[in-house]
């Protein structure tokens, strides 16, 4: 299994290889690279394509220390520098927008483009706030997370109807409460400083929102699409906040018309 030592950490990542044109994918909080295995399967032939887990996430080793988003994002360009890639589209999920945003503002110059999926330049609604800290105390609770709650998570990220559900809550039983503790601390403790930088983010952009994505709504994906300078939105009908995973053939077609743009 392909491990990078970055930043102190242990990155587990996967990379189709060749000489091809790269894209790199970030996935969002409690998912893991194979969260992209559609879009990297669709995209393949023609596409050097990188996925990796982030910290506390999949087959990554990580210290125990708190990080933020900015330090993700400079874990991800650590990898694309031990890949030896100049320049790449950086595609993420919910918390993968997150980091690629900010390894946007902090690098530019390496940034091709960026996929932004069910994600924003913003911080959490206060409103949803305490829900979520009930949740990720019964989860942290002694035993096993409850199933209700694997259920609640399972509804927020991945919607309704999803078939592989059951098996992405195999996986979220399997994460250590002090990983999910830590990786909630960053979620939820990130600082509203993308949000007046967007007019810096000058690459083309493709933002992809699930219709009925309970994290993010549609609406706030629909104004970061307009805020950016060079946007192009694509909201999917019927998905949820994981809309490359649960809605692969809609977010693939997409996908491919803008990377053919470029």
């Known amino acids: 299994m392909p491990h990078a030592e970055i930043n102190g950490q242990q990155l587990f990542y996967e990379d189709t290889g060749g000489d091809a044109d790269v894209i790199v994918f970030s996935h969002g909080m409690l998912m893991d690279h194979s969260m992209f295995d559609a879009q990297v ?24 220390d708190p990080f933020t988003y900015w330090d993700s994002a400079a874990d991800l360009l650590g990898l694309l520098d031990h890949l030896g ?19 946007a503002l902090t690098a530019p110059q390496r940034v091709r483009a960026l996929v932004l999926i069910d994600t924003q330049p913003g911080v959490e609604n206060p409103a949803t706030l305490p829900i979520y800290n009930q949740l990720i105390e019964l989860w942290t609770a002694p035993g096993d997370p409850p199933q209700e709650v ?43 400083d993308v949000q007046p930088r967007i007019a810096e983010l000058t690459m083309p952009a493709l933002v992809v929102h699930g219709a009925d994505d ?5 609406d ?19 998905a949820g906040h994981a809309a490359n995973l649960t809605h692969p053939d809609a977010v693939n077609a997409a996908l491919k018309r803008f990377l053919l743009g470029l």
């Open 150 to 192: 694997l259920d609640t998570v399972a509804a927020i990220i991945l919607g309704a109807g999803y078939d592989g559900a059951a098996a992405w809550q195999d996986r979220w039983r399997a994460i250590s409460d002090a990983a999910v503790v830590q990786a909630y601390a960053t979620l939820t403790g990130r600082e509203d």
């Open 41 to 64: 399967e669709a995209l393949r032939d023609d596409w050097r394509c990188i996925t990796w887990d982030e910290r506390c996430h999949g087959a990554t080793e990580a210290t125990p």
């Open 220 to 238: 706030v994906g629909r104004a970061f699409a307009a805020a950016l300078p060079d946007a192009e939105l694509v909201v999917v009908d019927g």
């Open 85 to 103: 890639v100049g320049r790449a589209v950086l595609a993420g999920m919910s918390q993968g927008g997150f980091l690629s945003l900010r390894a």
């Open 214 to 218: 309970l994290a993010i709504p549609a």
